[in-house]
């Protein structure tokens, strides 16, 4: 018996699939003979020649489907060794009509009034199990109309790339000592498409208020922490209740201790904050219809990701230091619009339980609203993301029956199933306190205007499949909160391909984009970069270099990171294609069971962003020898223009590489003896040479920095 055909069906409707195959397939050869799964081809006995048939098989083509992942799936098997008459030319008409009548469907959230009815009530009918569930959860229907409100936002921005929502404004008049001519930025006169500034709705005030004002609660409340222990005078906009969030985080112990290091916390203050400490995490994915030669064995990471942090205790004792440092919160309060002058920003905000509309002004204007940003979409109009995480997910307190799951460990990366209705879906869990389990589902997907990505639809998989993935009754798992959110991706050539400022405005976090494609959260690229960030915007706010060309240079772009895009690119099915099934598993149990050949240390670098180039073509040289067929799989994924990006990238990897060979030995130590001649002499000069320093040694897997860091012992002095 031999496997012929193997193919995803785009839809979870299996008994439309089964009736359509009984009922309306007909094949020109062989006698159709229904079974309750599908069918069989055969050739009558009278014309067959038994005595050529291998073992005495009956010459026929079995063919039949399954469920799993909300998806159908077929198979077609040969009996015996020959041939079946006119084989190929039956498999091509079947998987040709077969894609005609279940074509990819990417279904839209309808359009709700919650006037009139309420979100439960409004999308019962579209995602039942994702209302049944979201019920059972407290502050479930805030929280799922959260959801929805991020998908429509989301759905907006990719919808409308060339002409975002306009939130970000300059005034005309620039009075003498400007940075720059209206609607020029930058060096190489780097245009942006900002409008003309219409009146604001509240008078301007004379001069900022604040150094520093955050719009967004989660990653701003870190960075805004950080800079108001500094000295300056820090305000955070928080759209949600301060402290309450839709993901969890997790991160490792040589991570976390950046923060400590920094001064933002004390050793004592982190142990607070843990919730659980596993022993391991795994990373595994399906093989069941791999050959032999592409499955892997589990691949080991027992330091990636195994601190998991108490969000909302996290957040708080962010929101507590920032106050400690005379910091202010405005949570429940919705940004507007920005005004932009030669002096400062000001930000018009709404104040959203009582509709009241506020205005404040401030020195540099920080974004950290993620992928709901309108200010992302409208500085990189047309292109302000290029990949996405849709994920989804929840914190389940109880309900696994023992030996479900042992806490001891995590599941960093793990699937189980091939290719579902376009996707690769992907799970992670990590254990949380006591007998939680924060469960998250996710595939990459390459941002699409018909396909945008949809967190309700990921929903409805996850309430369906988690049984699939972890043995539970649903109906006994107590619900804690869900977590979800859309994480980005940028395809970055250079350093400047990516626009994270303009005029005293920086981006930071998911909103700057700039995070590994791999493992996809700006939590962790911020944490590893909060020193390079907090240094460069210190000393920036010290010399008053706000202007485009200089903010322009605070941020988290890595090399390293930026090379490493391919292969998340390799996880993505473009939309509207069909790739065979176990097609991205495969590519998968590839690399990663070449990184469980490695000593830990490698796979814990490359996905910590510290991979060096030696060590990166190292590894691409040996995924090329066991699987040549990678290099064709990834033509056929990335085509000739990404490919041509993706050079580019290799490139400017290299350039840094070779740069930081160079320099890395006496460039650090130089900067240090210089500093206090030249940072007072050329300030701009001196935020220029630290940048390229911490662009040299950042994501180095020993570099250590020891130019101008940030620490309390060492507070400026601000004069405003």
């Known amino acids: 018996m031999k496997q012929i055909l193997y193919l995803e069906i785009p839809t979870p409707d299996t008994i439309a699939v089964r009736e359509w195959l009984q009922a309306n397939f007909e094949s020109d050869t062989g006698e159709k003979v229904l079974t309750p ?40 098997f040969r009996w015996g060794d020959k041939p079946f008459p006119n084989e190929r030319k039956i498999l091509q008409s079947l998987t040709t009509q077969i894609r005609s009548r279940f074509p990819h469907h990417y279904p839209e959230p309808p359009a709700i009034d919650l006037s009139k009815q309420s979100i439960f009530e409004a999308l019962a009918p579209y995602y039942p199990l994702t209302v049944k569930y979201f019920q059972k959860m ?8 959260r959801a929805y409100w991020w998908e429509q936002r989301w759905r907006e921005g990719v919808r409308n790339p060339q002409q975002p929502r306009q939130v970000i404004f300059e005034k ?37 208020t604040y150094d520093l004002i955050y719009i967004g609660g989660a990653l701003g409340a870190i960075h805004a922490a950080v800079m108001a222990q500094l000295g300056y005078k820090v305000l955070l906009v928080e759209r949600l209740p301060f402290g309450r969030m839709n993901r969890e985080w997790n991160i490792s112990r040589d991570e976390i201790q950046s923060l400590i290091n920094l001064g933002l916390v004390t050793p004592a203050e982190v142990e607070s904050i843990i919730a659980r400490e596993y022993k391991d995490g795994f990373n595994k994915f399906f093989d069941g219809n791999n050959p032999a030669k592409l499955r892997s064995p589990i691949l080991h990471t027992p330091t990636v990701l195994n601190v998991a942090l108490d969000s909302d205790k996290w957040l708080q004792l962010c929101g507590q230091k920032l106050k400690a440092a005379g910091g202010e919160i405005w949570d429940e309060t919705e940004f507007i619009r920005a005004d932009i002058d030669n002096t400062q920003v000001s930000i018009n905000v709404k104040h959203l339980p009582s509709q009241i509309e506020k205005q404040v002004s401030g020195r540099v204007l920080v974004d950290a609203m993620g992928t709901a940003s309108p200010i992302a979409w409208q500085l990189n109009g047309g292109r302000a993301f290029d990949s996405v995480c849709p994920t989804v997910g929840a914190v389940i307190e109880s309900g696994f029956e023992p030996g479900a799951w042992d806490s001891q460990y995590g599941d960093v990366l793990n699937s189980h199933g091939d290719i579902s209705r376009g996707r690769q879906l992907i799970w992670e869990l990590f254990p949380g306190a006591d007998e ?3 469960i998250y589902l996710f595939h990459y997907h390459e941002v699409n205007r018909q396909n945008p990505g949809s967190l309700l639809e990921m929903y409805e998989d996850f309430f369906t499949i988690l049984p699939e993935y972890r043995r539970c009754d649903m109906d006994k798992l107590v619900w804690k909160k869900p977590t979800f959110g859309y994480i ?34 700006g939590f962790g690229s911020l944490v590893r970069n909060l020193e390079r960030l907090t240094t ?43 790739l065979p099934p176990q097609r991205i598993n495969s590519m998968l149990n590839t690399f990663f069971g070449l990184l469980a050949d490695e000593p830990l240390e490698v796979a814990d670098n490359f996905i910590k962003d510290r991979c060096d180039w030696f060590t990166f073509n190292r590894l691409a040289l040996k995924a090329a020898r066991t699987n040549p067929a990678l290099l064709l799989w990834i033509w056929q994924l990335a085509g000739p223009r990404d490919l041509m990006r993706w050079l580019g990238n290799y490139f400017n990897f290299g350039r840094y590489a070779l ?62």
């Open 536 to 578: 460069l915007l210190d000393v920036a706010l010290k010399h008053d270099l706000l202007s485009f060309q200089h903010l322009n240079q605070i941020s988290a772009y890595q090399s390293n990171v930026s090379v490493t895009w391919l292969f998340s690119k390799g996880m993505m099915v473009p939309t509207g294609k069909f």
């Open 488 to 521: 980005p991706g940028y395809f970055s050539i250079g350093n400047g391909d990516r626009k994270v400022a303009f005029d005293r405005l920086l981006a930071i976090g998911d909103a700057a984009s700039l995070q590994s494609p791999l493992v996809f959260t």
């Open 172 to 208: 005309e008049t620039r009075g003498q000592g400007g940075q720059g001519d209206k609607g020029t930025r930058g060096q190489g006169g780097i245009s942006f498409p900002l409008p003309p500034s219409p009146p604001p709705s509240l008078p301007l005030s004379s001069s900022p």
């Open 138 to 145: 407290p502050k479930g229907e805030y929280d799922l109309q």
């Open 37 to 76: 799964e599908g069918f069989r081809l055969k050739i009558p006995k009278t014309t067959t020649d038994e005595a050529t048939i291998s073992q005495k098989l009956p010459t026929e083509i079995s063919v039949f489907i399954w469920s799993v992942q909300r998806t159908t799936y077929l198979k077609a």
């Open 436 to 438: 939680e389990l924060t």
């Open 659 to 720: 740069n930081s060979a160079l320099l890395i030995r006496w460039f650090p130590r130089f900067l240090k003896q210089i500093q206090p001649w030249l940072e007072t002499r050329n300030p701009a000069l001196w935020l220029r040479l630290l940048a390229l320093n911490y662009a040299l040694t950042i994501g180095k897997p020993r570099a250590q920095n020891q130019i101008a860091k940030v620490t309390p012992e060492a507070r400026i002095q601000i004069s405003h």
